[in-house]
DNA sequence: TGCCATGTTAATGC
DNA sequence: TGCATTAACATGGC
């Protein structure tokens, strides 16, 4: 569910209500999201930093504990939200607060980390256009499974992907390593601005995503090709296709995106 | 009832 | 060997 800009609108939203606040409790009801693994005690323990790690959410502690939070589908971290039968984590904070992390698909889980995370690519953010091409120009797969692939570049999930491709006028079926690096470098570009757009939006909220208080996204009133299967294209009125690449819905303009 | 879903990974097929 | 597809995980909404 959450992708990029997802995260860091969690992130920017917890941030100033937990960062300096100390762990009183801590409980993992069913303990499906530890994922068969210990999970240390982290009573007495401050938060640090609340950071976005491409999809996912690193919660850094004194003491050098991280806890990388995967949000999978369906995961939520909310902030004084009423535990339900969801509920697969809770933090009791010396604020009073509470820290929930909700998941109702159980796609999701904690990771206790002891060093800095690690098989990601890099945030798209943090690398050039140029960077970007070569990397690109090293891939045999097609573009929606690269773009994907989050070992190649981390941050980016179903939507961002169609929604991108769209924008850079590239159809998802085509070779990575076909790109001309002027279009490589376009692609980057985009990418850049489209996650940029939907982080000033605070995300897209399809089904059930909202950030840490609890709040909806807007940048779903933004999208061009994802969910509007059948619908005119924004820039040329055609309709919009569905296909199934990796077994993911892949919406595209079959006049703007050219192969 | 059947299909779909913002994710990840292992297994299988070509 | 490399890439593509399928299955699996668990649950709810339409």
Redesign the pocket.
């Given at each position: 569910?959450?992708?990029l800009p997802?995260a860091e609108t969690i992130a920017r939203s917890l941030s100033p209500h937990l960062v300096g606040r100390r762990i009183e409790a801590a409980a993992y009801p069913g303990q499906r999201v530890l994922r068969g693994k210990p999970a240390p005690d982290i009573s007495g323990r401050q938060f640090v930093s609340i950071e976005r790690f491409?999809?996912q959410l690193l919660l850094r502690l004194d003491g050098d504990t991280l806890i990388l939070v995967?949000l999978?589908?369906t995961g939520a971290l909310l902030l004084d939200a009423a535990p339900d039968?969801y509920t697969r984590a809770g933090f009791t904070l010396d604020s009073g607060s509470r820290l929930l992390f909700r998941d109702?698909?159980?796609?999701g889980s904690l990771n206790f980390l002891a060093g800095e995370p690690t098989g990601l690519g890099p945030d798209p953010f943090e690398l050039s256009a140029a960077a970007f091409a070569q990397r690109l120009r090293a891939?045999?797969?097609?573009l929606k499974?690269t773009l994907?692939n989050?070992q190649f570049l981390r941050g980016l999930?179903?939507?961002y992907v169609d929604e991108a491709l769209h924008r850079a006028g590239l159809h998802p079926l085509a070779r990575a390593s076909r790109l001309t690096a002027g279009r490589a470098e376009a692609l980057h570009t985009a990418i850049v601005e489209l996650l940029t757009h939907a982080i000033a939006e605070r995300g897209?909220?399809?089904?059930?995503?909202v950030d840490g208080s609890g709040a909806r996204g807007n940048f779903q009133n933004f999208h061009r090709v994802y969910g509007r299967e059948g619908q005119p294209c924004l820039h040329c009125g055609e309709p919009i296709v569905r296909l199934?690449?990796?077994?993911?819905?892949t919406h595209y303009c079959p006049a703007c995106q050219t192969r």
């Open positions: 569910m959450p992708e997802e491409g999809k995967k999978g589908m039968a109702t698909r159980q796609f891939k045999q797969t097609r499974v994907l989050q999930g179903n939507i897209s909220s399809i089904s059930d995503y199934v690449v990796a077994q993911r819905g």
